[in-house]
Each structure stands twice: as C-alpha cells, then as structure tokens.
C-alpha cells in the first residue's frame, strides 16, 4: 500500500531527523559518561581546590535548566568571540550536562566503598592513584551503572531541546512537517514512537553491559 503524499514527506524528515538525533545522543552519552567519572573522582578523592571546581561545575550545571544552558552556548557565547555550531552547542550542552549528572552517581558509588579496600590495597604496595583507578573505581562504575543508564534514557529524551538552537533533529524535522500541514496529533504521536523505540534499544544495550560487567557476589554485605 502507497503512503500519502503527507506520510510519506513525515516518514522521509523524520528518520532525516533520527539520524542527526542519534548523532547527538551517542558522542553526548560517551562524552558524559566519562566527564562524569572524572568529575567524580575528583570530587570525591582530589585536593580541596579540585573538589571544589568539581562541586561547582555539579551545582552550576544540575541547578539551572538545561534550556538556558543551550542558550548561553549558542547566542551567548559569540559575545565574547566564541561561535559554535548549531549541533556542537547542543552535543557541549547535553555532554556538560549529563556529566554533572553522571558526577554525582559516580561519586555516591565511590564513597559507598568500604575504607578496609584502600588500606587493603596499600597494604600490598598500591599506591593512592593506583588504588583509585585500579581497585575503587571499576567498582563504583559496576555501582554507578543503573544510575548512570537512567540518565542517559534522560538524554535521549532531552536530545529533543537541540531543535531550539536551530539543530534540527528528530522533534525539530517533526515540528515544520507539523506547522506546515497543521496535523500535529499524527505527527508528535509518531515523533513519540520514534523515541521509544530509542529508548527500548539503549535499555537493552544498557543491560547487555550490565551483564558483562557482572561480577558474582559483588556488592553484598
């Protein structure tokens, strides 16, 4: 059976939309994921002056909205001399974002390691950067994990604000199909499907980790 005209420009935008939502979601997961982990550490193990550029760069991100962020990225940069593109404004902003996020799962799980590992660890000549990086924190990532993954399912979802800064993805490419033919129902009913089709996906992916990185017996009392 042939589509309609409508259905057939909606289907077309819309996995052009996908594509250019996937490229945003993906760099900006990994990129998280790993500032988060940084930031963390630090935050939990780095000197006074460290931790505290860390908590400030938590607060600051977690406590204003991700919109006026994209905004500062986007039209407030170029004031100063700093010109980013559309789709680099978004992936900065999710990835700053998302980061501060994933700092605060990470860093929960570190300080939920019993001190007796870092002793343990010096005890057998570790030393502190050692203990870190080689004993604590590949346990505080397999702890970190759910929190982490639910934050990148947020991701996905709020991948839909880069239309706001002219990058135009999923939502965005939905949004002028929907405009221009006024049948926003179908549209953002599918745009909808779209993203949960997104989201099933990252949750097994994200249990296909979680199930490499078990470990049997780890974290009981």
């Not at 996908?18 to 900006?28: G, K, Q, R, Y």
């Not at 996020?101 to 057998?124: D, F, T």
Request: overall charge positive; aromatic content about 14%; hydrophobic content about 50%.
């Amino acid at each position: 059976m042939e589509l309609s005209p409508f259905y057939q420009e909606l289907v077309t935008s819309l996995n052009r939309g996908l594509v250019m939502s996937i490229a945003l979601i993906v760099p900006s997961a990994a990129g998280g994921v790993l500032i988060g982990i940084l930031a963390g550490t630090v935050r939990t193990f780095g000197s006074t002056v460290f931790r505290r550029i860390g908590d400030t760069y938590a607060a600051v991100f977690r406590g204003t909205p991700l919109v006026v962020q994209l905004f500062i990225l986007y039209f407030g940069l170029p004031n100063i001399g700093i010109y980013l593109s559309p789709y680099m404004a978004a992936v900065t902003g999710f990835t700053l974002c998302s980061g501060a996020y994933q700092s605060e799962y990470v860093r929960g799980a570190l300080l939920s390691i019993k001190s007796g590992q870092h002793l343990g660890a010096q005890a057998l000549g570790f030393t502190r950067f050692q203990t870190i990086f080689w004993i604590i924190v590949p346990q505080a990532v397999r702890r970190a994990l759910h929190g982490c993954g639910n934050e990148i399912i947020y991701l996905i979802k709020y991948s839909s604000l880069a239309f706001i800064v002219t990058c135009i993805e999923l939502t965005g490419e939905g949004k002028t199909i929907a405009t221009e033919y006024f049948r926003f129902t179908e549209v953002f009913a599918l745009i909808g499907l779209y993203y949960l089709v997104l989201v099933t996906i990252a949750m097994f992916i994200l249990k296909k980790i979680e199930k490499v990185l078990y470990v049997p017996g780890f974290g009981r009392a």
